[in-house]
């Protein structure tokens, strides 16, 4: 299993490379002078792209937000164990962890990303009308090392007038990002939840990292956006 500063690098392919990424595996060879094959190989199934870069081309490997395998999946469901009761017109702030994806770049254009955890999907809402979400519960993060989580922090704000017990929340993935902080540890940008009633919540990412006070080395091009969350929670 790759280290942090192994799986979030710089490469240039000069002959043959293989990363051994928890439960993924890259495979990058070189054909010719100009031409790469990289075979991400995720459960038993790979993809295979070609590549046309040169031996001293840089790949970088980035962190990125949980996505769906060969699903069309923008949304995160995360359980929280056990649930919490927010008293009426209170406020709290959720500290979790969330699995990392890594994604192959080209200068900034991603070519491939290849799930470093275990995936699993839920449907948020009724069969015929709700959202397929790539499903995080503390099973799935028991399985995670500390390279493929990320800390996301969430600040909750119930304006009801009654209390609401937060089991699940549904976050738009197509909203986050991973930053690497300068002791390597990965951190999302910070989401903000409003409940309006017991069934109604509202889901917006911010374009900040969860922790503040931190050094970075990496960080991501954050896209605010938000959800409404019809269903409960």
């Known amino acids: 299993m790759a280290g942090r ?3 979030y690098s710089e490469l240039t392919i000069q002959d043959k490379v293989e990363l051994d990424l928890h439960i993924s595996k890259i495979l990058f060879m070189r054909i010719n002078d100009h031409l790469v094959e990289v075979n991400a190989i995720y459960d038993n199934k790979s993809e295979t792209i070609m590549l046309n870069i040169n031996r001293d081309d840089i790949i970088y490997l980035r962190p990125e937000p949980p ?3 060969k699903v069309n999946v923008n949304k995160v469901m995360v359980l929280i164990t056990g649930g919490i009761i927010i008293p009426p017109t209170r406020s709290l702030t959720l500290d979790l962890k969330i699995p990392v994806d890594v994604g192959i770049y080209l200068g900034n254009t991603l070519v491939l990303k290849t799930p470093l955890s275990r995936v699993k999907y839920s449907l948020y809402g009724p069969p015929n009308i709700g959202v397929l979400c790539r499903y995080v519960n503390g099973k799935i993060l028991s399985t995670s090392t500390p390279e493929t989580t990320g800390i996301i922090r969430i600040d909750v ?3 009801s007038s009654e209390n609401i017990k937060l089991n699940k929340l549904v976050l738009p993935s197509e ?10 540890k990965l951190v999302f940008n910070r989401v903000r939840v409003r409940v309006h009633d017991s069934i109604k919540a509202e889901v ?7 922790l503040n006070g931190v050094g970075y080395k990496y ?11 019809l269903y409960g929670y």
């Open 5 to 7: 500063e192994l799986i």
């Open 219 to 229: 960080s991501p091009l954050i896209k605010k956006a938000s959800y409404l969350m």
């Open 204 to 210: 917006e990412t911010d374009d900040a990292p969860s």
């Open 67 to 69: 996505s769906g395998l």
């Open 175 to 184: 909203g986050l990002g991973v930053y690497i902080a300068e002791d390597g």
């Open 157 to 159: 704000n119930n304006l």
